[in-house]
């Protein structure tokens, strides 16, 4: 198989993930929700992977209009991207047991050598800034907003 066959073999893995996380909640989410962090509590977990997904669509949306500019290469945002991409598999995996998250991101990253021009790397990325932005969707779904919003309001009436 070709460098480039390898990509997009990736490619369309990400865009099928994505399609399976359009409307229905991510299969990631049945480890995440029985995830306990400090205290034996879930919502340290919750906070942290929403942020954290979070993180990781501005760190792509970061590269995707980096890659325009006609001042970088390829190589160097590669490097970047690894970076980026290797820590937050393992958090993924290892802090959130969100495996398939977690095998989206590294299997984005093992291609990352075989990608030699601006387009296919533009391709990986919007692909990967699309999913990551679905699943953050779903995340920021976990969280009851309204009720925190109202827990911190009544703690601090005195302010």
């Known amino acids: 198989m070709s460098k480039s066959e390898k990509v997009g073999k990736v490619i369309e893995k990400i865009r099928s993930e994505k399609e399976k996380i359009w409307f229905d909640t991510p299969s990631d989410f049945t480890a995440l929700l029985k995830k306990r962090g400090s205290k034996n509590m879930r919502w340290p977990i919750i906070q942290w992977v929403e942020s954290d997904s979070r993180e990781v669509e501005m760190i792509l949306w970061f590269l995707w209009n980096s890659v325009k500019d006609e001042k970088t290469n390829v190589e160097s945002l590669n490097v970047v991207t690894s970076n980026a991409l290797s820590m937050y ?6 802090w959130y047991d969100m495996q398939n998250t977690a095998q989206t991101l590294a299997e ?11 387009s296919e790397y533009t391709e990986l990325i919007e692909e990967l ?6 699943l953050s969707f779903h995340l920021d ?3 009851p907003w309204n009720e925190i919003s109202g827990l911190y309001e009544r703690l601090n009436e005195s302010e």
Request: proline fraction near 0%; aromatic fraction near 8%.
């Open 108 to 118: 984005a990253n093992e291609v990352l050598d075989s990608i030699t021009t601006k």
């Open 141 to 143: 779904n976990l969280i």
């Open 89 to 94: 598999s393992q958090r993924f995996d290892g």
């Open 129 to 134: 800034l699309h999913f990551m932005g679905k």
